[in-house]
């Protein structure tokens, strides 16, 4: 899992409701990101944190929240969830290069 | 089943022959290059990298190639297996200050 974790691994979620997904990284990295993947659209960046303390938002925010709990952990909430946001979410940390090392992915389907 | 790579434009090719993946990108001021392999079900995972200084890089098995003039990067893959069937990503960023920026993806399918 490239030194990623994501949790849950499944979702089915009604719409309106609001989970959170959970990701860490066991590599002392500063960045952190969320990216979505929807089919045909590739991978479309979500929220990111450079820095512990830090969240800047990316290409698709709109109908998420993001909290970097420390170095270790950043989490992706939505907060009243609707059927466009059924994807494949994927979390990643990012090395001083610029490389992303991804986790598995987390498959929310919203009904 | 995993329903992520529809619609995606496919490279079919046979066991044993070279693979050429393209892909173009937008921005004249990125400067790093990364390839991505993701098979079904999985997260996207590493293959290679290029920065801008350079125009050729290998790996094993794995060739990249960047022609800054026309925004255009390509991944060879040689003597293709069954293990490359995958989709195949490029991305790019500015000196790694910014987030990875990713193409739509190839679909990779290799012919036994």
């Known amino acids: 899992n490239a030194g990623v974790t994501q949790t849950p691994k499944f979702q089915v979620l009604k719409t309106g409701q609001s989970m959170t997904l959970q990701c860490a990284q066991d590599?002392?990295?500063?960045?952190m990101y969320w990216y979505r993947q929807d089919p045909g659209m590739g991978l479309r960046l979500i929220y990111y944190?450079?820095?512990?303390?830090?969240?800047d938002k990316g290409e698709v925010p709109n109908g998420y929240n993001v909290s970097r709990l420390n170095k270790r952990e950043f989490s992706l909430r939505l907060e009243s969830a609707a059927p466009s946001q059924t994807s494949v979410y994927f979390c990643?940390?990012?090395?001083?290069?610029?490389?992303?090392?991804f986790g598995e992915g987390s498959r929310l389907t919203v009904l | 089943g995993e329903s992520v790579g529809l619609h995606l434009p496919t490279l079919s090719v046979q066991e044993g022959d070279n693979s050429i993946i393209n892909c173009a990108y937008s921005n004249s001021a990125s400067d790093y290059f990364i390839w991505y392999k993701q098979e079904s079900g999985k997260g996207p995972q590493f293959i290679i990298d290029i920065r801008s200084n350079m125009d050729k890089r290998q790996g094993q098995r794995v060739t990249v190639l960047l022609n800054k003039t026309v925004k255009h990067l390509s991944l060879q893959i040689a003597a293709t297996q069954p293990g490359d069937s995958a989709v195949y990503f490029c991305?790019?960023?500015?000196?790694?200050?910014?987030?990875?920026?990713f193409g739509k993806g190839t679909r990779l399918s290799v012919i036994a």
């Open positions: 991305a790019e960023t500015s000196s790694g200050n910014t987030p990875l920026v």
């Open positions: 590599m002392n990295h500063n960045s």
């Open positions: 944190s450079a820095s512990e303390g830090t969240t």
């Open positions: 990643a940390r990012g090395d001083r290069t610029g490389e992303l090392f």
